[in-house]
């Protein structure tokens, strides 16, 4: 802790050259996630990139405030996802990786912002691009890799693959296939933590493409009708696969579609806009029941690693977006405006984290597949007594 | 998807590409098929996807009230099935819808109510879950409700299903058996590329609604030669791919090549096999496979779909009923394991070769 009072007295460039201290500094094993008790450091204000637009409510102030550790935080764990992900695309191209992979890089401020604003009793559901929510929920490297390579140290054991991570302790329900079928379920969730009153609230997440199914409308009225404390997150990054937002919805007003359901447009690029508007979502949730957060992101990579990602927009429009509005790039600048560190710092905190992302990606690979027999466990509960039929010979069953 | 079909998984999948190679030369398999096509023959060899393409282009060229529409069928598809249809017919007849499933179904019904050929596409058969409702409360049963006064038999719903090699759990699903169970709707599997042409043009053309499964492996796996023309092939008529005395073989889709396989192994063994392509699962051709069993005393079903509940269920159910006292053996099915289908547990959850080898070999000692 001796670095972060060096850093509020904001002492001579000597001091500055100290490497941070190990909390913001994670091995591969459990992360904490800006969650750790301590010296955080100056507080400062940070303005939003937009104002908010709200339906049918009233927004929040652009001023956020913040402190030292949680901007450094932000940009440590931005920048293990973009890594992650990077890294998850070359595993791919090398087909130790197989199956579907969706990336998330570009949309990290969301997974980010809205951590930061919740606990981990709060519950998060998403769809199939669900790496580094994993991540953000507790999730550590090595179960993330061997999870993608379908090894045994995975977080679903190897039988799920890119699309089904999930983690109970991390209040993150994972990691679902069907589009928009994650929404009703996430309702549901919301619909027993309103039974626990523990005062928690559920983020059901889903895309601009998913906006456009009949269940997410069913799940938001029944939601509205019985004040259940449900936070739909529509991360719009405006393609649904290949289909332009314009092009599938009459209305890509997302944050208005819930009608009567209170909406918030945010700029989900600027992770303290998502912060800030996840803490305003809880609280209104808590009270009046459900609102619709509409994230206006971007995804670098295609939809899944089948896809190009430029047949259905310019490489002009991503590179504009990577420029102008990345993420990380943000609160680097954010970073260096506030002298927290220097840039060289930073790029020692890269060169870090891609070490942490080799070592996991070397320790994952170490992990067999699952034994054969995993073929059959939990269809059923354990020892539901049903008999299923062996690898080879129709002789070998299998009492499950 | 393209990248992913070509570098298969398992090795028995790998030695389709040689098999299906064959078919464009000339392998006694391919001369049996072009003597049942009776007069269909000739043209370039095409893949799955291309054949079927042609296909909707002559539906969409021939019936001026024909319409294709799904999720992202204008660029040409995921599977590259409906290139060019929206260049040479325009945005009014084929179109791209947003991504709700129970909506494509619903609106096809609706289409198709008035007259209209509804070509609806469900991009992966494990999508078409929201719109079963449609399908089987709506569409099978919209001509009985109304005593024949409507009816929607103009739908036609073409997806594709089954195991790609690294498809997990929501790509690789053969649903074909819930289907089965509803009587209002035909369900049709086509093997090939020049099956698949005249199939789905004959299910675009039949007055009633039906679900067209296109086997997704053999989208580029699967190549022959393909006529030009406009052409048809039966609905409810089986075919005898491959005659033989000692077994009698059912199948449908991409399973019919595993089979295949299976028979060439057995037939070294002098084991005589004779393999049927169901083709059209409901209404079934009951007929041919009863003369087959009668013929040769043992039957065996294999599909991808998990085995209890399987359409395998319903074939032996029947032909014992049918052909008790001709059998020899119990009727064996070799299918997909009671799991879901699991990602990197593909090659153990599928009915591979040896497996129905060995129950061939088992059925015929019983």
Known sequence: MAMLSRLASRSSHLGRTLLLPRSLCCSTGGRHFASSAGDEGPTFTVETSVPFVGHRCEPPSREVETTAKELMGFFRDMSLMRRMEIAADALYKAKLIRGFCHLYDGQEAVAVGMEAAITRKDAIITAYRDHCIFLSRGGNLVETFAELMGRRAGCSNGKGGSMHFYKKEGGFFGGHGIVGAQVPLGCGLAFAQKYLREETVTFAMYGDGAANQGQLFEALNISALWDLPAILICENNHYGMGTAEWRAAKSPAYYKRGDYVPGLKVDGMDAFAVKQACKFAKEHALKNGPIILEMDTYRYHGHSMSDPGSTYRTRDEISNVRQERDPIERVRKLILLHDLVSAAELKDIEKEIRKEVDNAIAEAKESPLPDPSELFTDIFVKGCGTEVYGVERKENKILI | ?366
Not at chain 2, 164 to 172: A, K, N, P, T, W
Not at chain 2, 255 to 281: F, H, N, P, R
Not at chain 2, 332 to 350: H, K, M, N, S
């Open chain 2, 1 to 366: 998807m393209a990248m992913a079909a070509r570098r298969g998984a398992t090795a028995n999948r790998g030695q389709l590409v040689g098999i299906l190679r064959g078919f464009s030369s000339s392998s006694s398999v391919v001369d049996s098929w072009q003597k049942n096509k009776e007069g269909i023959a000739g043209g370039k060899p095409l893949n799955l996807f291309s054949a079927i393409n042609q296909a909707l282009h002559i539906a969409l060229e021939t019936d001026s009230r024909a319409y294709v529409f799904g999720e992202d069928v204008s660029f040409g598809g995921v599977f590259r099935c409906t290139t060019g249809l929206v260049e040479r017919f325009g945005r009014k007849r084929v179109f791209n819808t947003p991504l709700c499933e129970q909506g494509i179904a619903g609106f096809a019904v609706g289409l198709a109510a008035m007259g209209n050929r509804a070509i609806a596409e469900i991009q992966f058969a494990d999508y078409i879950y929201p719109a079963f409702d449609q399908i089987v409360n709506e569409a099978a049963k919209f001509r009985y409700r109304s005593g024949n006064e409507f009816n929607c038999g103009g739908i036609t719903i073409r997806t594709p299903y089954g195991a790609v090699g690294h498809g997990g759990h929501y790509h690789s699903q053969s649903p074909e058996a819930f289907f089965c169970h509803v009587p209002g709707l035909k369900v049709v599997i086509p093997r090939s590329p020049s099956e698949a042409k005249g199939l789905l043009l004959a299910c675009i053309r039949d007055p009633n609604p039906v679900i067209f499964f296109e086997p997704k492996w053999l989208y580029r796996l699967a190549v022959e030669e393909v006529p030009d023309h406009d052409y048809m092939l039966p609905l409810s008529q089986a075919e005898v791919m491959r005659e033989g005395t000692d077994i009698t073989l059912v199948g449908w889709g991409a399973q019919l090549l595993v089979m295949e396989q299976a028979c060439e192994i057995a037939e070294k063994e002098g084991i005589s096999c004779e393999l049927i392509d169901l083709k059209t699962l409901i209404p079934w051709d009951k007929e041919a496979v009863e003369v087959s069993v009668n013929k040769t005393g043992r039957l065996l079903v294999s599909h991808e779909a998990p085995v209890t509940g399987g359409f395998g269920a319903e074939i032996a159910a029947s032909v014992v009923e049918n052909c008790f006292l001709r059998l020899e053996a119990p009727v064996a099915r070799v299918c997909g394991l009671d799991t879901p289908f699991p990602l990197v547990y593909e090659p153990f959850y599928l009915p591979t070769k040896n497996k129905i080898v060995d129950a061939i070999k088992a059925t015929v000692n019983y």
